[in-house]
């Protein structure tokens, strides 16, 4: 099983609608949670953090539920400009050693093409 | 602030031959820098975490005699691909955090350097 899973995608939605995103982790001792969206051929870049209270900022809404390790990106209203592949990604607690501590692990992806 | 870079972005060269990909922190000083790897249609993959001063740490299946890592100051760390084969192609991107072994701290990608290898 892999570290991170995400909705395999892609998702193909008009101007305007709402799209969910989903993302399970396997490690419960992970720590910090994290969206982040790659552009084509592009660095990924940090969208929001994810807690457990969950977060918002301007469309984009963000679910954490520990309990299930469960993550989910809402973006509401879509852009022409939100298409990219959104990345779901985990930062791992601490080993005995520390050696795993700042870790990332990043999700596979989900593609995102918003139409006209 | 939190600006890094990478050098070359691009760069295409003969099998056997090495190459050197350069990561610098322009605007702060990176304790902990991270090296990955993204292969067509796939996501980025942990290759090794290095910290100023010490050598760095490689995840599991990554060669460290083949990619050498090299962080000699708080600002620049190089990655050096050894005997570069066609299966090395890929695209490499690195990261840098202030905190030592990057603790709770963001991670501040460079725009990458995409390698291929004929």
């Known amino acids: 099983r892999k570290e991170v899973e995400q909705d395999p995608g892609p998702f193909n939605v008009p101007e305007g609608a709402t799209v969910a995103f989903n993302c399970t982790y396997s490690?419960?001792?992970?720590?910090?949670f994290f969206w982040y969206r790659q552009d084509c051929r592009k660095e990924p870049k940090l969208l929001m953090s994810?807690?457990?209270s969950g977060n918002e900022d301007g469309r984009f809404t963000a679910q954490l539920n520990r309990a299930s390790q469960y993550i989910s990106l809402l973006i509401r209203d879509s852009k022409l400009s939100d298409s990219a592949t959104y990345l779901c990604?985990?930062?791992?607690?601490?080993?005995?050693?520390?050696?795993?501590?700042?870790?990332?692990?990043f999700g596979q992806g989900t593609i995102l093409t918003v139409h006209p | 602030g939190a600006v890094v870079s990478q050098h070359p972005s691009r760069v295409i060269c003969k099998s056997g031959t090495s190459v050197k990909i350069e990561c610098r922190s322009l605007?702060?000083?990176?304790?902990?820098m991270f090296w990955y790897r993204q292969f067509p249609k796939q996501s980025l993959m942990l290759m090794a975490t290095?910290?100023?001063?010490?050598?760095?740490?490689?995840e599991q299946g990554v060669e460290k005699d083949k990619f050498l890592i090299n962080h000699a100051s708080l600002t620049l760390s190089t990655l050096t691909v050894t005997s570069a084969h066609p299966e090395d192609s890929s695209f490499y991107i690195c990261?840098?955090?202030?905190?030592?072994?990057?603790?709770?701290?963001?991670?501040?990608f460079g725009p990458g350097t995409r390698l291929l290898v004929l």
């Open positions: 290095s910290n100023e001063g010490s050598k760095a740490t490689y």
């Open positions: 994810v807690y457990s």
């Open positions: 605007d702060f000083q990176a304790t902990t």
């Open positions: 990604v985990v930062n791992k607690s601490p080993n005995a050693g520390g050696t795993s501590y700042g870790k990332l692990t």
């Open positions: 990261s840098a955090s202030r905190e030592a072994r990057g603790a709770g701290e963001t991670q501040y």
């Open positions: 490690n419960s001792a992970s720590q910090s």
